[in-house]
């Protein structure tokens, strides 16, 4: 009579969980002939959903239009949607199950560098493929991932050194603590000294921060030209709202940022980032034919409210690249499909893309814009023509011993 | 007394070896995958007794128990990553420009050095929490939302200390456990294997410890933490110790969590996986030891089989089975497993005609007085 | 005034009050008396309304009010000083009269309670919590009086009291029904103070009435019979 | 001098922001001990409601009066907010009275479901406030300038302060509710209707969540997930200030404000956050029950 | 206070094993307990009476560490100062309390109720290990059988009937084997059957130890108390036998009113 620990062991319910995972085991897919599987993993929960699900709805735009007109090796594209849930192990775990219980021919999927690393040596492992759509910090290039966002060298660099010929040489760099912004800015320091702007400061805030108060205290005592802003997510909204509370436009300071895209302005109000800069590789308002096309049909899926953004885009061309380079293998096999997708290229809404073979990141044309009143962009510079990825920073000089400390 | 008929049932030696057999065998039939996933989960188990030990036995509710878990996984992923790098600096170290290996990394050279510290480590902060605050008669609520504080300090600070961390990202891409390929399938299935025996083995330790009279000291904390001081105990004495062993436990947990799924990162660790791990407890009963591992177990095929169904209204369901638990399961699993034997109980009760007031149960009275 | 059919009550499975039928004319005390455990505060609940009955009717001024809540019960004149003081621990003194007022018509606080009972004007603005045990019972008396009830449920009211203020109690029952023509069931050990104030009794053995009788015609004997196993 | 004035009143603001988010969690927690997680999620409909005013006024009134949407936010926030406390409380809350730690739970649980609702309804990205005109820039003073939009919020959280404090300690209602806290049942046994009770008290504590959210928007960002950053702060207030004690709250908020603002600005705001919590957990060595304990004799 | 003398009976030679000196106890200015002197005597049932809101349950408070005082000490065999200890330290020194409410541990069975309050070393390491020696059964089974709960030992303590609660819980005050009982209100709600079945078991209780009791019951005090206590408003209003209290006038006046003779 041991009732202290009411210790009954059911484990009776033991064996039922245990059954239901047998259970799910046995649905494993039996190779369809008639489709061709493919998995699209991004946050659908938690704090990264409000930028992942545009890019999933993009890629999904993709893989309709390509089934609609006739799919990948005459077979029909099967998107199998997963949740990574703003959580990076779940992203390993999903892209573990996606090439694993799934035999997915690729993955599209991931957002924040931190989802792209822990998926990494999931694809390598299991020799899968992974797309990875959003600009990020460069030093990487896994044999199983395609980039289709910008390398540093596309995004960051060209911009830095806009700033210093056109805004001013004095630097405030704020971002958000974590490894993109804290690399990115290791590049950009290097690059100050190099091309001889001046760093005032560096400052980080956590991921989500909401209160600017010190920050902005600690911006006007410092009085920069340029405040170079890598902040991400929410912190965004809070940080330009607050900026312009604070009674600071962009005509007493330039804020150049390069994780805010039309998408995050309409959360963060034109209003207040009206004037304000950013770069990128695509726009909605890009001049392409490709883009109306894109625009268009984005909006007739989505709704007319609906803006597009870069790595919208550039999920959206990730899937075009990679048909392309299975029609090319003629097979879905990843060594096969690498190798097809050297210097395969495609007329994406942003203008011409190619994948470099050397690195499986994608020749991109940098465009530096000013946003509107509306919530648009429009573009003040591009750099004319699409250019080579160079995710170790090895084209510069300053970087150098950056990119040696990296390549071991 | 009454309970002895259903004993042979349900709380045989037979019936747990059984268990145990099928958890031994289940690499005969679960494909890689889901070995990895059921062994994930099993971790998780290992958890949900420590923080069973503690919410359900002595009353203290710690929403901060996935910090002790991560520093556990940190621990273990320290030393892969070292595996991995032969020694050398890590990626994340570099571009966070650091020359050479931080001083806190250097142990976790040394596997059994880093396992020993695995356990060591969260206790340790466990203990150093649990001595300031119960110390101080910091109880109930208080505690509770202080744990959960401390998780979005660590957090904060694993994340902001990215140079030593990983940061965001956290730490991945492991090689070699032991020399041995850390991904390959035999690797995993040993290491699933070694996962279900620390499972028996702490559930069957905290069981001794819990059916001893310590077990009884700590439910009367757990109902009268004040009325024990009067017995002549020092009831924050023990809650720090079953705290400092549940982060113990936490830790041992991470350490088997990061050998399966290959990455920790401050997300796992953060607020909302603290607050499932008392979802595992509450649902699948506390105070039972048992009912833990099975509310782990359910609930993580639950959060599996919902997300891989429904990504987009998985939430929903998760959701709703917190507020479906709590609401008509206040006891978990275990309680309607009670109830179903109750009844069968009153049964043969009625069949055998012993008066009825014999067994008026505790179900009856009022549990939760002391729970805040 | 108030009239038990039949009624059975208990907490989960276990059955406190068995097949109870008792009766309360108007401006009569009626007082139950039984052991420890055998069920007379389980069964000033069951009319008060916070245990519901397993089966029978409560009956209050010819109307059933079986199944009303307790705020219902106490709005139709219906008092209640439960046994063990339920004070509002962080209210003051004065505000527990307050909160007491709720159940009845009367706006202000009447004199005659702080005249019963001195120390809560003293303590008026102390917080109930930090009362002694028996200033506590004096207040919950107080705060059942102040809403001026008709009926009024009294469970063990002088435990925990000074003697000469048991006495005082002694004389506010008698005050009140004099006065209010309130009826009361009290519950009560002490069979002295039983047979000061009440008009009938009932004792309780086992969730069941074994011995009842108008109090003038009562025998101590056979009731401590009864008291003692 | 400057420097310093402007820590203080960056603190200060900080501190009516929590002090704002905290008040209704001061009620359902301080007050009605139950641990509402959903309340972020609340503080979430606030500022949607919001939002959705925005977007009337902007389709449908004319352009002159736009600004007025965000006035008359405040109070349909507030009703809205509360409206959804009640359903909560009537389906759920009601149930979980004596188990404070399974509240927490069960709220968790409707939070998760409440923010995906809002996915559905309104889509996962953020969405966008326009501050009103006359909430544009700041009052200055010399050099120094204080945005209208954080003065406006120090107001709000004043006027709500004083509102919430009058309502609980001078009107009968307000004694009732405290009487019903302290001792459900009796309080029931005196007349006290206890399901009326506790139905608007919950919903007073949410309503007020809603006005948080009204006022968040003029600050950050609106999307699904706005309450979660705040809530853990929101429950750190009112445990430094003292379970159950209003002006405990006040004191809290207006302290945590203050040093977070001081530490941020030394160190950098991650640390900051690290020597807040420090900061806190050795106040509580010193206080164990909060800044305003209440002390009251425990008869175990 | 001059009245100490006459309370010493022969046979108890001033063996005073607790001794409070200038004790006050201070709620925000009130002062509960206000410079009290006063001693409790080995091998005697001691009583403490007294008006409403007199300080008793304070005092017992204060000697079991569950108040503070603000000045004043509290010695205990003559050796330590009560004042400065834990409560769990207080128990250790040998002195046990049992409150006004019942409070066993419901979760618990009556014998496991036993068993943790049984003297014993309570502290971690030794608890972990605990074990009953047969003398511990014997000890427990005989306490099993005074209280008339052995049929009851494997129940859990939550279904017994409230009397038999409060039995349990004076058993658990004896199980660890005090030297200074603290008792209060132990017979409010008893009938006078179990009245008499508690003062008998107290009678018994301190033939070995000193027991302090707080009760309003005159007749109980009257049938077992030897020695009595009056207080008043935080002080000693009155010291000696049942026989002379009821004789005082002023404590006639404060507390037991015109009738009691
Ligand atoms: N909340 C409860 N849950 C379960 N059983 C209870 C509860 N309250 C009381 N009981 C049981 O009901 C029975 C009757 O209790 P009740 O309090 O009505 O007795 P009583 O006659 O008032 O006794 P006393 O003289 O001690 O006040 C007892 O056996 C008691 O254990
Ligand atoms: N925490 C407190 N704050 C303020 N006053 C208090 C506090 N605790 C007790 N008191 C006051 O101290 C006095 C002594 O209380 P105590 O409980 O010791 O009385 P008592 O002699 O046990 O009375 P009773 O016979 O009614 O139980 C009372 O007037 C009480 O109101
Ligand atoms: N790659 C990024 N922006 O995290
Ligand atoms: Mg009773
Ligand atoms: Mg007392």
Not at chain 5, 13 to 36: C, M, P, R, W, Y
Request: charged share 20%; with cysteine; hydrophobic share 45%.
């Amino acid at each position: 009579a041991d009732n202290a620990a009411n210790a009954t062991d059911p484990e009776e319910d033991e064996t039922e969980t245990e059954t239901e995972e047998t259970t799910e085991t046995e649905e494993t897919s039996s190779e369809d002939e008639d489709t061709i599987k493919v998995g699209i993993l991004h946050s659908l929960s938690g704090t990264m959903a409000i930028s992942e699900t545009s890019v999933r709805d993009s890629e999904l735009l993709a893989i309709k239009e390509i089934n609609e007109n006739g799919g990948v090796l005459g077979k029909q594209l099967e998107p199998i949607i997963e949740d990574g849930a703003s959580d990076w192990p779940t992203f390993a775990e999903k892209a573990k199950k996606l090439l694993q219980q799934d035999e997915v021919a690729t993955i599209f999927g991931g957002w924040t560098s931190a989802s792209r690393k822990a998926m990494l040596p999931v694809v390598e492992e299991n020799n899968g493929l992974l797309w990875y759509p959003v600009q990020y910090e460069g030093m990487e290039a896994s044999p199983n991932i395609f980039y289709t966002g910008a390398a540093p060298n596309q995004q960051i660099v060209p911009a830095v050194s806009w700033l210093l010929e056109n805004r001013g040489t004095k630097f405030f760099l704020l971002g958000s603590d974590y490894v993109f912004p804290r690399t990115a800015n290791a590049a950009i320091k290097a690059q100050l000294e190099a091309e001889g702007g001046e760093l005032l400061a560096e400052e980080y805030t956590p991921l989500g921060h909401t209160d600017y108060n010190t920050i902005i205290a600690k911006i006007k005592s410092e009085q920069p030209e340029v405040i170079f802003n890598t902040l991400n997510g929410d912190s965004n909204v809070a940080f330009f709202k607050q900026l312009s509370d604070a009674g600071i436009t962009s005509d007493d300071i330039t804020v150049l940022s390069v994780s805010v895209a039309e998408e995050e302005i309409k959360g963060i109000g034109a209003d207040v980032i009206e004037g304000h800069l950013t770069s990128w590789n695509y726009y909605q308002t890009t001049d392409t034919p490709e883009n109306e096309e894109f625009v268009a049909n984005y909006k007739a899926e989505y709704g007319d409210d609906a803006v597009t953004a870069d790595p919208i885009e550039a999920g959206y061309f990730g899937v075009y690249l990679w048909a392309k380079a299975v029609e090319a293998a003629g097979t879905t096999d990843v060594d096969a499909v690498k190798e097809a997708a050297k210097g395969i290229e495609f007329d994406a809404p942003g203008g011409p893309v190619k994948i470099d073979g050397d690195n499986q990141h994608v020749y991109k044309t940098v465009r530096i814009g000013e946003v509107r009143s509306d919530g648009q962009i429009d573009e003040l510079w591009n750099s004319g023509e699409p250019l080579k990825p160079d995710p170790y920073l090895e084209g510069y000089d300053w970087a150098s011993e950056l990119s040696e400390a990296l390549s071991q | 007394m009454q309970k002895a008929i259903y004993q042979s049932v349900f709380n045989n030696k037979v019936l747990f070896t059984f268990i145990l057999l099928i958890l031994l065998l289940a690499p005969l039939f679960l494909s890689d995958f889901r070995l990895n996933l059921l062994g994930k989960f099993l971790a998780f188990a290992i958890l949900a007794i420590g923080l069973d030990l503690l919410w359900g036995y002595t009353g203290v509710l710690s929403l901060g128990h996935g910090i002790f878990f991560g520093l556990g996984a940190y621990c273990m992923a320290m030393y892969l990553k070292l595996e991995a790098t032969g020694g050398k600096l890590p990626d994340f170290m570099t571009w966070s420009g650091m020359q050479e290996l931080p001083l806190i990394w250097l142990p976790f050279q040394y596997p059994i050095v880093a396992i020993i510290l695995g356990i060591l480590l969260p206790a340790a902060i466990a203990f150093l929490l649990g001595y300031l605050t119960f110390r101080n008669r910091i109880n109930g609520v208080y505690f509770t939302i202080l744990s959960q504080a401390l998780v979005l300090v660590v957090v904060t600070l694993f994340i902001g200390q990215q140079n030593i961390t990983g940061g965001t990202s956290g730490v991945t891409n492991f090689e070699t456990f032991f020399g041995f390929h850390v991904n390959s399938s035999s690797t995993q299935t040993v290491i699933y294997l070694i996962t279900v025996v620390v499972l028996a083995s702490v559930f069957l330790g905290c069981r001794k410890l819990v059916k001893g009279r310590l077990g009884n000291v700590l439910v009367g904390v757990r109902d009268g933490e004040n009325r024990m001081r009067f017995l002549g105990y020092n009831p924050s004495n023990y809650k720090t110790f079953v705290y400092t062993l549940s982060g113990g436990l936490a830790g041992l947990a991470g350490m088997l969590f990061v050998l399966q799924v290959g990455i920790i990162s401050p997300t796992m660790i953060g607020i909302i996986p603290s607050i499932e791990m008392v979802l595992w407890v509450a649902l699948g009963g506390r105070g039972t030891l048992i009912g833990p591992v099975i509310g782990a177990v359910f609930v993580n095929a639950a959060k599996t089989g919902f997300s891989e169904s429904y990504p987009e209204y998985w939430t929903y369901f998760l959701g709703a089975l917190f507020v479906i638990v709590v609401v008509f399961l206040p006891k978990g699993l275990m309680g309607l497993v009670e109830m179903i034997q109750e009844r069968r109980r009153k049964v043969d009760v009625k069949q055998s005609g012993i008066k009825e007031s014999n067994i008026k149960e505790s179900s009856s009275v009022e549990v939760e007085k002391n729970y805040s | 005034m108030l009239k038990l059919q039949e009624l059975e009550a208990g907490y989960d499975e276990s059955m406190v009050i068995r097949d109870i039928d008792l009766q309360v004319k108007d401006n009569q005390v009626v007082c139950i008396m039984g052991r420890n455990g055998v069920g007379k505060t389980t069964l000033l609940k069951t009319i008060m309304g916070i245990l519901p009955p397993k089966k029978g009717k409560v009956i209050y001024m010819d109307t059933d009010i079986t199944k009303k809540r307790p705020s219902h019960r106490a709005k139709q004149g219906i008092g209640y000083v439960p046994q063990g003081r339920e004070i509002f621990p962080k209210l003051t003194v004065y505000e527990n009269l307050l909160v007491g007022l709720e159940a009845g018509t009367e706006k202000k606080i009447k004199e005659d309670v702080y005249t019963y009972f001195p120390i809560l004007k003293d303590f008026k603005k102390r917080n109930g919590g930090d009362l002694s045990g028996g200033q506590q019972q004096q207040l919950a008396i107080a705060r059942a009086l102040v809403a001026n009830p008709s009926f009024l449920l009294l469970d063990e009211p002088t435990e925990g009291i000074q003697p000469n203020i048991v006495q005082e109690i002694q004389e506010v029952i008698l005050d009140i029904k004099r006065t209010s023509q309130t009826s009361m069931i009290l519950v009560e050990q002490d069979l002295e103070f039983v047979k000061n104030v009440a008009d009938y009794i009932y004792v309780i053995d086992h969730g069941s009435v074994v011995y009842e009788k108008a109090v003038d015609e009562i025998n101590d004997d056979e009731v401590y019979h009864y008291l003692s196993v | 001098m400057t420097q310093i004035i402007l820590t203080l009143f960056n603190g200060l603001s900080l501190g009516s922001i929590l002090l704002l988010i905290a008040l209704g969690l001061a009620i359902t927690f301080g007050l009605m001990n139950v641990i509402n997680m959903a309340h972020g999620e609340l503080i979430m409909i606030g500022a949607y409601v919001t939002y959705v005013m925005q977007n009337l006024f902007l389709n449908y009134a004319p352009q002159q009066y736009f600004d007025l949407y965000f006035i008359l936010s405040i109070p349909i926030a507030l009703l809205i907010a509360a409206g959804v406390g009640m359903i909560l409380e009537f389906s759920l809350i009601r149930f979980l009275y004596r188990r404070p730690l399974d509240s927490l739970l069960a709220t968790w649980g409707v939070g998760l479901m409440l923010q995906q609702l809002a996915r559905s309804i309104f889509g996962a990205p953020n969405v966008g406030v326009q501050s009103p005109s006359f909430l544009n820039g700041g009052l200055e003073v010399g050099t120094l300038l204080f945005p209208y939009s954080r003065l406006f919020i120090i107001g709000l959280s004043i006027v709500c302060l004083v509102s919430i404090y009058y309502y609980f300690y001078r009107t009968s209602s307000g004694r009732r509710v405290r009487a019903v806290m302290q001792n459900r049942q009796m309080a029931e046994c005196l007349g006290v209707s206890t399901r009326k009770v506790d139905l608007i008290t919950f919903a007073i504590g949410s309503g007020f969540a809603g006005v948080a959210g009204c006022a968040l928007t003029l600050l950050g960002a609106i999307g699904p997930t706005i309450g979660t950053n705040y809530i853990i702060d929101a429950f750190m207030v009112v445990v430094v200030g003292g379970v159950g004690a209003l002006f405990g709250a006040v004191a809290g908020a207006l302290g945590i404000g203050f040093f977070n603002t001081v530490f941020e600005y030394v160190t950098n705001a991650s640390l900051g956050k690290v020597l807040i919590f420090l900061l806190i957990i050795a106040f509580l060595q010193w206080r164990p029950s909060g800044l305003v304990t209440s002390r009251s004799r425990s008869l175990d | 206070m001059s009245n100490s003398q006459v309370l010493k009976s022969p046979t108890s030679k001033s063996q005073a094993v607790l001794k409070s000196k200038k004790i006050t106890v201070d709620f925000s200015g009130f002062k509960a307990i206000n410079e009290l002197d006063f001693e409790v005597n080995r091998n005697t049932v001691h009583f403490v009476i007294g008006p409403n809101g007199a300080g008793k349950t304070t005092l017992l408070d204060v000697i079991c560490g569950n108040a503070r005082v603000s000045t004043g000490k509290i010695t205990f065999n003559d050796k330590h100062d009560l004042t400065k200890m834990s409560e769990n330290e207080i128990v250790d020194q040998g002195i046990s309390r049992k409150f006004q409410a019942p409070s066993v541990f419901h979760h618990l069975t009556v014998y496991e109720n036993l068993e943790i309050a049984m003297k014993q070393k309570k502290n971690l390491f030794s608890i972990i290990k605990a074990n009953n020696n047969q003398e511990d059964e014997r000890k427990l089974e005989d306490m099993l059988e005074l209280i008339g709960l052995t049929e009851e030992k494997d129940n859990l303590a939550g279904s017994l009937a409230h009397g038999q609660k409060q039995w349990l819980e004076i058993a658990m005050v004896l199980m660890q084997e005090p030297d200074l009982v603290l008792l209060d209100e132990p017979i409010a709600g008893m009938s006078k059957s179990e009245r008499k079945k508690t003062g008998e078991l107290i009678t018994k209780v301190a033939k070995e130890r000193a027991v302090l009791i707080v009760e309003h019951d005159m007749d109980f005090v009257k049938d077992y108390a030897d020695v009595v206590t009056v207080m008043h408003e935080g002080q000693l209003l009155f010291e000696g036998s049942m026989e002379d209290v009821q004789k005082d006038s002023r404590v006639r006046e404060v507390y037991l009113g015109r009738k009691v003779d």
